[in-house]
């Protein structure tokens, strides 16, 4: 069974800084190209960062870019998401994602597994 279970979420102000985590099993981590998504209250499920399995490439929102970093350790089965200038808007739920696909994907439907999210709130 295949779980992924992210952490690190909490209340930060403006400007401050989070690292949320998103352990995975039951699945060849090292395979899988991993992305992070957020849901904020009334819109959409939208992307944020993903990254190859292999780790050497990243893209991001353009309104995460720059502030955010996404990192993985194929050793602990672990996707990392570093969060720094955080703003308001970026209060949602963030979830981590594995896509078994041939190409680094932006869309949540190309992506096989879900983790049940975490809570970031930014105050101003």
């Known amino acids: 069974q295949v779980q992924l279970v992210e952490s690190g979420g909490g209340l930060v102000q403006a400007g401050g800084s989070l690292r949320l985590s998103c352990q995975a099993s039951g699945l060849t981590f090292s395979t899988h190209d991993m992305g992070w998504f957020r849901q904020a209250p009334g819109k959409e499920r939208e992307f944020v960062a993903a990254?190859?399995?292999?780790?050497?490439?990243?893209f991001y929102a353009d309104s995460v870019k720059d502030r955010f970093t996404i990192s993985r350790d194929n050793a602990k089965n672990t996707v990392y998401l570093r969060m720094n200038s955080l703003k308001p808007e970026d209060t949602a739920v963030y979830y981590c994602a594995a896509d078994r696909g041939q190409f680094l994907s932006t869309m949540a439907d190309e992506y096989d597994y879900w983790g049940q999210g975490t809570q970031v709130t930014v105050s101003s």
């Open positions: 990254i190859r399995w292999t780790g050497a490439n990243t």
